[in-house]
């Protein structure tokens, strides 16, 4: 008589690791579509920053982006050089510079909006509009969640 295995069915991936796995692919297509453009991702997380909070600085930006301030200064100088940023002195002095959108990083940022929008067109093509608002509204609170205290 031999033994039978019993099969039990395999536990469900970890919600840390099909976060992972769903931003890898998704980077993998930004940063193509985003080349397209002219843009990598780090620049185009700062582009989209600045449109949501005028004005930041590039330390902000780096803490924001997850890249160093080093980096984040070489980015901003290359996006300012291209003319899709300004520079202005912060209104209460100091060494620190204030990064602006201009008008031909706005138009650059809406191209490439678009490509973005296309991605999660195909990512969402089979999430309903309520299951996708609490895919949204939770990865939100988990964010928040790990975030470090500001």
Same mark, same amino acid.
Request: hydrophobic share 40%; glycine share 6%.
């Given at each position: 008589? /031999? @033994?039978?295995?019993s099969r039990r069915a395999a536990p469900?991936?970890?919600?840390?690791?099909?976060?992972?796995?769903?931003?890898?692919?998704?980077?993998?297509?930004?940063?193509? @579509?985003?080349?397209?453009?002219?843009?990598? /991702? /780090?620049?185009? %997380?700062?582009?989209?920053?600045?449109?949501?909070?005028? +004005?930041?600085?590039?330390?902000?930006?780096?803490?924001?982006?997850?890249?160093?301030?080093?980096?984040?200064?070489?980015?901003?100088?290359? =996006?300012?050089?291209?003319?899709?940023?300004?520079?202005?002195?912060?209104?209460? +002095?100091?060494? %620190?510079?204030?990064?602006?959108?201009?008008?031909? +990083?706005?138009?650059?940022?809406?191209?490439?909006?678009?490509?973005?929008?296309?991605?999660? @067109?195909?990512?969402?093509?089979?999430?309903?509009?309520? /299951?996708?608002?609490?895919?949204?509204?939770?990865?939100?609170?988990?964010?928040?969640? =790990?975030?470090?205290?500001?």
């Amino acid at each position: 008589m /031999t @033994a039978r295995r019993s099969r039990r069915a395999a536990p469900a991936p970890r919600l840390s690791y099909l976060v992972f796995r769903l931003e890898r692919r998704i980077r993998a297509r930004l940063d193509d @579509a985003l080349a397209r453009h002219g843009v990598t /991702t /780090t620049e185009y %997380m700062a582009l989209s920053e600045l449109r949501t909070r005028d +004005g930041l600085s590039s330390a902000e930006l780096a803490r924001i982006a997850f890249v160093t301030p080093q980096a984040m200064n070489l980015v901003i100088r290359d =996006l300012e050089r291209r003319g899709l940023i300004r520079r202005d002195p912060h209104p209460d +002095g100091g060494r %620190m510079l204030c990064a602006r959108l201009t008008a031909e +990083g706005t138009s650059v940022l809406r191209r490439c909006d678009s490509s973005l929008d296309d991605i999660e @067109a195909v990512m969402l093509e089979k999430v309903d509009d309520a /299951t996708g608002e609490t895919l949204r509204d939770g990865l939100t609170v988990c964010a928040r969640a =790990l975030r470090p205290d500001d």
